[in-house]
């Protein structure tokens, strides 16, 4: 052991920093921000999406809607109340009429489910649904995430350019980010 | 440069390969088909309306609108009436279908005041005009009310009169935007 080995573990961890710094620098969106939803006094949602989501200053149905358009996709969280029944995860992977309701929301015409996965995220099963559609006259695929929480479900969907691998790969990451946590301060998002 | 040093540099050089290619956000060997400006994300809510000569009159709001049907009044046989007043903004839609194709409607500050009293008053006008629709004229006056902008449109094709009224803070660019979007959606198809 002794001091040469000391001093290589130094380097090696000043190296690792400064390869992060740099990273950060030249892609920002390495390191995400943990964007928090409100779901009620006591509980919140915790996503990491490379730019935070934004509440929009009125609700869609009843619902209340956050956006943020990232430079590889454009992500829309829907936190849809049930009411005093607790929502239960379903079996039947049809999507729920939301997710279309969603879709329709931002003119995605001729839409066809190409998948719907039940996975298991932070201990909970989500349903995740993945989408082809036109908009614009430009192809895109999309990625819904339905999430239940106590009295509400919360459907996050993505939207990237058609074959944009490395845009599916974030928005995979940033499924599997979510989390519920409690909620530290009342009022914000 | 002595062997000692050479393995050293060689290291480094793995190490700063090997963090760059895993670190997440940076995958050079995935397809990435960036969003742009052009990947335009809004909510949508249309309102669609039949004229009496078989056309439809439709635009996108950025916001659900409540419908109601007021009690007709002369020179109008029948009216239409939508409403939306979200996060400070105010949109109001009135479609009318007149007795007779004769009567021609006023789109100036005095005309759209006696149906929208927002614009009677103190309505600092900055801008008239007009663009044609489906072949007919939009008629299009704005203003600045104190720290409200404030946009009139009138829209006559024989016997249907649809009078549009959107409102929202002057220093709100986003609510700016989202108005003028509305207004750009309006076709007749």
């Given at each position: 052991?002794?001091?040469?080995?000391?001093?290589?573990?130094?380097?090696?961890?000043?190296?690792?920093?400064?390869?992060?710094?740099?990273?950060?620098?030249?892609?920002?969106?390495?390191?995400?921000?943990?964007?928090?939803?409100?779901?009620?006094?006591?509980?919140?949602?915790?996503?990491?999406?490379?730019?935070?989501?934004?509440?929009?200053?009125?609700?869609?149905?009843?619902?209340?809607?956050?956006?943020?358009?990232?430079?590889?996709?454009?992500?829309?969280?829907?936190?849809?109340?049930?009411?005093?029944?607790?929502?239960?995860l379903v079996?039947?992977p049809?999507p729920p009429?939301?997710?279309?309701?969603?879709?329709?929301?931002?003119?995605?015409?001729?839409?066809?489910?190409?998948?719907a996965d039940l996975m298991?995220?932070?201990?909970?099963p989500v349903w995740r649904y993945?989408?082809?559609?036109?908009?614009?006259?430009?192809?895109?695929?999309?990625?819904a995430a339905s999430y239940?929480?106590?009295?509400?479900?919360?459907?996050?969907?993505?939207?990237?350019?058609?074959?944009?691998?490395?845009?599916?790969?974030?928005?995979?990451?940033?499924?599997?980010?979510?989390?519920?946590?409690?909620?530290?301060?009342?009022?914000?998002? | 440069?002595?062997?000692?040093?050479?393995?050293?540099?060689?290291?480094?050089?793995?190490?700063?390969?090997?963090?760059?290619?895993?670190?997440?956000?940076?995958?050079?060997?995935?397809?990435?088909?960036?969003?742009?400006?052009?990947?335009?994300?809004?909510?949508?809510?249309?309102?669609?309306?039949?004229?009496?000569?078989?056309?439809?009159?439709?635009?996108?709001?950025?916001?659900?609108?409540?419908?109601?049907?007021?009690?007709?009044?002369?020179?109008?046989?029948?009216?239409?009436?939508?409403?939306?007043?979200?996060?400070?903004?105010?949109?109001?839609?009135?479609?009318?279908?007149?007795?007779?194709?004769?009567?021609?409607?006023?789109?100036?500050?005095?005309?759209?005041?006696?149906?929208?009293?927002?614009?009677?008053?103190?309505?600092?006008?900055?801008?008239?005009?007009?663009?044609?629709?489906?072949?007919?004229?939009?008629?299009?006056?704005?203003?600045?009310?104190?720290?409200?902008?404030?946009?009139?449109?009138?829209?006559?094709?024989?016997?249907?009169?649809?009078?549009?009224?959107?409102?929202?803070?002057?220093?709100?660019?986003?609510?700016?935007?989202?108005?003028?979007?509305?207004?750009?959606?309006?076709?007749?198809?």
């Amino acid at each position: 052991m002794g001091k040469v080995k000391h001093t290589r573990i130094f380097i090696l961890a000043c190296l690792l920093w400064g390869m992060a710094c740099l990273k950060y620098a030249v892609f920002p969106e390495v390191f995400w921000p943990s964007s928090c939803l409100a779901v009620n006094d006591t509980s919140q949602i915790e996503m990491q999406v490379p730019r935070e989501l934004k509440a929009l200053p009125w609700e869609d149905e009843d619902c209340k809607v956050w956006q943020a358009k990232c430079n590889r996709f454009f992500v829309d969280a829907h936190l849809q109340p049930w009411g005093d029944e607790p929502v239960e995860l379903v079996a039947d992977p049809t999507p729920p009429e939301r997710v279309y309701k969603t879709l329709a929301r931002y003119k995605v015409k001729d839409v066809v489910l190409k998948e719907a996965d039940l996975m298991a995220i932070d201990g909970r099963p989500v349903w995740r649904y993945e989408f082809t559609g036109q908009k614009d006259g430009k192809a895109y695929e999309i990625v819904a995430a339905s999430y239940p929480i106590a009295h509400n479900s919360y459907i996050v969907t993505y939207f990237y350019h058609a074959g944009s691998e490395a845009a599916r790969d974030d928005v995979l990451r940033s499924i599997e980010s979510l989390r519920v946590t409690e909620r530290r301060e009342k009022g914000g998002n | 440069m002595d062997k000692k040093r050479k393995k050293w540099l060689r290291n480094i050089g793995v190490i700063m390969l090997v963090l760059y290619e895993v670190l997440p956000g940076n995958l050079l060997w995935r397809t990435e088909v960036e969003m742009t400006a052009a990947d335009d994300f809004y909510l949508c809510y249309p309102v669609e309306e039949e004229m009496t000569d078989g056309r439809t009159l439709s635009l996108y709001l950025p916001v659900q609108p409540a419908q109601r049907q007021p009690a007709a009044v002369a020179p109008y046989e029948r009216l239409t009436a939508y409403k939306a007043i979200e996060g400070g903004g105010e949109i109001q839609i009135v479609h009318g279908v007149l007795t007779t194709e004769q009567t021609k409607v006023r789109f100036d500050l005095a005309g759209f005041g006696q149906v929208f009293p927002q614009v009677a008053g103190t309505l600092a006008v900055q801008g008239e005009g007009t663009r044609l629709v489906g072949g007919t004229p939009l008629h299009i006056l704005e203003g600045v009310d104190k720290n409200e902008r404030k946009e009139c449109l009138g829209y006559q094709a024989g016997r249907d009169v649809w009078l549009f009224y959107f409102q929202c803070a002057e220093d709100d660019d986003m609510a700016k935007a989202m108005l003028e979007r509305a207004i750009e959606s309006i076709a007749i198809n």
